[in-house]
Each structure stands twice: as C-alpha cells, then as structure tokens.
C-alpha cells in the first residue's frame, strides 16, 4: 500500500515542470488573459508551484551556509520556484484582488533575488539597495535648472539597458541548450550550466517586475482607499417621490375627508389655477373682474322690482306702454332714403 500511495504522489521534479510548461503557455496564449480557460491553467500552475514549494522546504534542500558550488546540479533548478511563483502570480486578474496579487508577487521576487544575491548567482543590488551603495558625492557645475538627481536617473537608465542586453545575450544561450536538456541527452555539466543560466536570467525579470510593481502600486493603494472612503460614507437619504399638490372641490369634502383624498373627485393646481385665470379672478391678473355699469343697473332694478318700489314699477308701466304705441325700430331714420 506505500508504494502504490509513493507511485500517486507527482514527483517534486514534475511539479517543477509542469509549473513551468504552465506558465509558458499562459505567456504564449493568444487568448485574452481573463479568459477562464487561461486563469484554470493559472491556478493549477499556482497549485503544483506551491506543492513543489512546500516539498523543498520539507526537504531542505538549501541552506544559507553553503555555497552554490556546494549544490547539486538537479536541486539548482529549485531556486527558480519563487520566480515562477511571482511570474503565474501577476498572471491573475480581478480588479478587486489586484493588492494582494501585485504584493504577494513582490514578495515572492523578492524571496529569489535575495537567495541568488546570497549564493552570489550573478553581480546586482536588490531593490532599495542602490542608493546606498551609490556615491553621494554632489554634481558640480550642473545647469541651472536641472534636478539634483539626473545623476541617478542616468545611472537608473543605464542599469536597465545594462540589464536588457544581458538579458537577451542569457536568452540566446539558453536557446542553444534548452533541446539538449529537455531530451535528456546534455552532460551534467551543461544541465547545471543551462539552470544556472536560467537563474541569471529570471534575476533580470525579477529586477524589472519589482520596479514594475513599485511603480504601480501606490495607485492601486490611492484607488483603495478611495474605495474604502466611499463605503464608509453613509449614504445620502432617499428623497421621497414628489406628489401632486390637490385641492379638493369643495369644502364639505375637505371637512369630512381632509384635502387630498385620493377617493374623491379633486384637480390639481394647474387646473385650479387654470378655472380661475379663466375668470379673471387671480392677483397676478392685476385686479379682479368686476361687474359693468349696465350689469349693476340691471341688478338694481330687479332688486327695487321685487321690493314694489313705487317709482321702479312706474318706470316699468311706462316703458311698456311707449313699447306698445312705438314699433321696434321707431326714430331710426339711419336706412332711409
């Protein structure tokens, strides 16, 4: 029964591997990198990075007191792990997950540059260690107006292309001995020649995504905090739905039901304004509509007729009786020949 679970159990050097292969692919995918068949291989290169991890550890197969001399040429390879950890960690997306991936990836490059600067694998200074070991010594004679630290930019500039010709010279030569060392056919002293060149090689991409990732993420940072801002500000309250102001139409509704009673017949206050425009009878019309002389003589005389004024109804006899001696139209001479 153990060998049949030590059978099961992948092998650190195929962890390794298929990691690797994994990651490779992702970076030679056509596909959009969010697409779910891309992030699966992801994980599971993640997975298989991490195990291996996991079983070096468990191993110990490294100690800060040995040289690099001192390691086996099948155990160099190892010293990749966190490198490629770092690289499939970058390879994930989500906005909202962007922190962690852009920290963790950190300190996983981190973890390699400062094993290859202690095993001493190629000539470089980790990050934050450049201005330390950089002289200080003041620009003299500088133009006006230049900054202080174009030095430093200068020498910044001229490490990363230092870096970029070194890097591509690393990636020539591992072309030449990457087909003998997968097949299994290259000596022990080109298998370990083609690791440690690797080794050389992911320093350069280490270096670079470090200052990447620093570069990036004070931003992330600020858009964080931005974020966290808004969720902790309390909402503004819901402004209730304006509604109609209504009026009633007359006053009994109003006592018995109250204004606005949804049941009852009612205008709103465009249509009151509109009735009472009609009629002349709003202040912002001046003065109200009042009566004509004609109207108010009228009136009066009803009023005295039915109280049987004397001379009212004298008035009314005679008017009749003119009426009835004059034909209508009597005096008008203005159609006559």
């Not at 994994?22 to 993640?46: C, F």
């Not at 291996?52 to 007191?65: I, K």
């Not at 005389?301 to 001696?325: F, G, S, V």
Request: charged residues 30%.
């Amino acid at each position: 029964m153990a060998a049949e679970s030590d059978t099961e159990q992948p092998k650190l050097s195929e962890l390794l591997e298929k990691g690797w292969r994994i990651l490779e692919e992702v970076e030679d995918s056509s596909q959009p990198a969010g697409a779910r068949e891309v992030q699966d291989k992801v994980k599971r290169g993640l997975g298989m990075l991490e195990q291996a991890t996991r079983m070096v550890s468990q191993l110990q197969l490294f100690s800060s007191n040995e040289d690099l001399d001192e390691i086996p040429s099948t155990d160099i390879r190892y010293l990749l792990l966190p490198a490629l950890l770092g690289a499939l960690t970058l390879k994930q997306v989500g906005l909202s997950h962007r922190l962690q991936h852009l920290e963790t990836a950190r300190s996983y490059f981190l973890d390699f540059l400062k094993r290859c600067h202690d095993y001493k694998v190629s000539s470089f200074n980790l990050p934050g260690q450049e201005e330390s070991t950089q002289p200080r010594e003041p620009v003299r004679d500088a133009p006006a107006g230049v900054p202080p630290n174009l030095a430093a930019m200068a020498i910044q500039r001229q490490a990363k292309i230092e870096r970029y010709k070194q890097r591509k010279e690393l990636e020539h030569k591992l072309s030449s001995l990457k087909e003998s060392v997968k097949s299994g056919t290259a000596e022990e002293e080109q298998v370990r020649e083609y690791y440690l060149l690797n080794l050389r090689h992911w320093v350069c991409i280490a270096l670079e995504e470090v200052e990447s990732i620093d570069q990036e993420l004070p931003m992330v940072k600020a858009r964080e905090m931005m974020k966290g801002a808004e969720i902790t500000q309390p909402p503004r309250p819901a402004r209730p739905p304006m509604k109609p102001f209504i009026l009633t139409r007359d006053a009994l509704q109003a006592k018995v039901f109250g204004e606005g009673y949804p049941s009852l017949p009612t205008m709103t206050v465009d249509d009151w304004y509109e009735q009472h425009r009609s009629k002349g009878v709003l202040p912002d019309q001046g003065v109200f509509n009042k009566p004509t002389d004609e109207e108010q003589e009228a009136a009066e005389r009803e009023r005295k007729e039915e109280q049987d004024d004397p001379d009212t109804l004298q008035k009314a006899r005679n008017w009749d009786d003119w009426k009835d001696t004059h034909p209508r139209g009597y005096g008008n001479r203005k159609n006559m020949g």
